[in-house]
Nanobody, 121 residues
């Protein structure tokens, strides 16, 4: 009923930039928070940044000042601009959204399939 489709991952040199996008589609009645998590090889999934429908953000300390999260509510899309990337930020990046399916009253968490970001040193 609901899908999150990510795009924008790839290979970049350390110090470079990438922009991730994630569009939510389907039978959507409303969206609360959207955001990004990442899972480095052999490690647990961790928060990168989230943004509410009103634009309030929560950004991990490790990426503050380098990553910017933004959102287009009309397009149900969240973006992550990543600058000054480091090799240790190589990971699968997952899109997240808290969504209410139309004609229901409950918000549920949905995840994208993940997009690989590889930062070469």
């Amino acid at each position: 009923q609901v899908q999150l489709v990510e795009s924008g991952g790839g290979l970049v040199q350390a110090g470079g930039s990438l922009r991730l996008s994630c569009a939510a589609s389907g039978n959507i009645g409303g969206i609360n928070a959207m955001g990004w998590y990442r899972q480095p090889p052999g490690a647990q999934r961790e928060l990168v940044a989230t943004i509410t429908s009103g634009g309030s953000t929560n950004v991990a300390n490790s990426v503050k000042g380098r990553f910017t999260i933004s959102r287009d509510n009309a397009r149900n899309t969240v973006y992550l601009q990543m600058d000054s990337l480091k090799a240790e930020e190589t990971a699968v990046y997952y899109c997240y959204a808290n969504i209410r399916v139309r004609y229901t009253n409950t918000y549920l968490d949905y995840w994208g399939q993940g997009t690989q970001v590889t930062v070469s040193s």
